[in-house]
């Protein structure tokens, strides 16, 4: 299915060519997972070995990959780890020791290590962290800085997100990114949710780092997300292929919308729900007009 999209989204004949319009051998690539989760609904282990696969026969050493996300203990439980990927870094923002600590032996956070506060997203709004449930996230204040997997470590960044619901809205590139780059995200998923999604993918980190969005929609969920909720999971048997993350968000939020109203937990389209898509449009990242995505679809037998 990936091997389908990026011939279809290039126009190329050759797979290894039509991965060589987006990355180099001298590029470090950075393959953004989305594990949050856990093991029922993650970025499927198999769409990201078949990515790998592809950008190897395209030239790219595994050297030079990089499975990232904001959290190194989830990818590991869910099965990114170098036993499965060897020779791939497998690195994340947020992490813990061999004992289990998240903090070193001078009692600093081993996330301290991997943000870069030369790069931050200030909004006015702040929130008191209970040490015990997140005591591994860079947390209060008003700056969320970016995670230097992201401003420092790779030079380009292919997106891997699931295709499935947080509520009436969804969680698919633009959040993946957004919440998956920068700390101090608790104050923002209440107050601040659809303007994160948005305004964060405009930071040069990742608006020109960022040049496939590979959704993952083999399976993935219509209500219940962005957690696993098991009587919700669906099979889409989908693959979203494409260069702009608000386009194919759109493309997401219409497959998840109409499957929510087709099981009557909507009735109809909430008010809240695009509201990010417009605001990243308004930024100039993509099109949220769906009557100007020009989509192109594949059925596979």
């Known amino acids: 299915m990936v091997k389908s999209g990026m011939l ?5 004949k050759d797979i290894s060519e039509a991965w060589r319009m987006f990355v180099t051998t001298k590029d470090i690539i950075g393959l953004k997972v989305n594990p949050v989760a856990g093991v029922t609904l993650s970025t499927s282990i198999e769409i990201v070995q078949a990515i790998i696969q592809q950008l190897e026969a395209a030239g790219i050493p595994r050297k030079n990959l990089v499975i ?11 099965g990114f780890t170098e036993k499965v990927f060897p020779g791939i870094k497998i690195i994340g923002t947020e992490r813990k020791d061999d004992k289990g600590s998240f903090v070193d ?3 600093k956070l081993y996330g301290e290590q991997m943000i870069d506060k030369n790069w931050s997203y200030w909004a006015d709004v702040e929130e008191k962290y209970d040490a015990e449930t997140i005591p591994y996230m860079i947390n209060e204040g008003k700056h969320s800085y970016f995670s230097k997997i992201v401003t420092q ?17 969804i969680t698919l590139c633009l959040k993946n990114l957004a919440y998956g780059s920068v700390s101090n995200t608790g104050r923002l998923h209440k107050q601040l949710w659809a303007e994160t999604s948005a305004e964060v ?7 020109d780092k960022v040049v496939l969005n590979i959704v993952d929609g083999i399976k993935g969920c219509y209500n219940g997300g962005p957690g696993a909720t098991p009587e919700f999971f669906t099979e889409y048997k989908t693959v979203l292929v494409g260069t702009d ?5 759109r493309i997401g939020y219409e497959i998840i919308l109409n499957k929510r109203m087709a099981e009557k937990i909507q009735k109809e389209e909430s008010p809240k729900g695009r509201i990010f898509l417009q605001l990243a449009e308004d930024l100039k990242l993509g099109v949220a007009d769906i009557n100007k995505i020009d989509l192109k679809k594949i059925e596979l037998t």
Do not use: H, Y
Request: glycine share 6%; with cysteine.
């Open 68 to 78: 990232w996300d904001r959290r190194e203990f989830e990818m590991q439980e869910v």
């Open 8 to 12: 279809n989204l290039t126009g190329s």
């Open 201 to 207: 993918c405009a930071f040069p980190p990742l608006r």
């Open 153 to 169: 470590q790779v030079d380009k960044i292919i997106n891997i997100p699931i295709l499935k619901n947080a509520g009436s809205s």
């Open 105 to 107: 032996s001078e009692g």
């Open 245 to 249: 993350p608000v386009a194919v968000d």
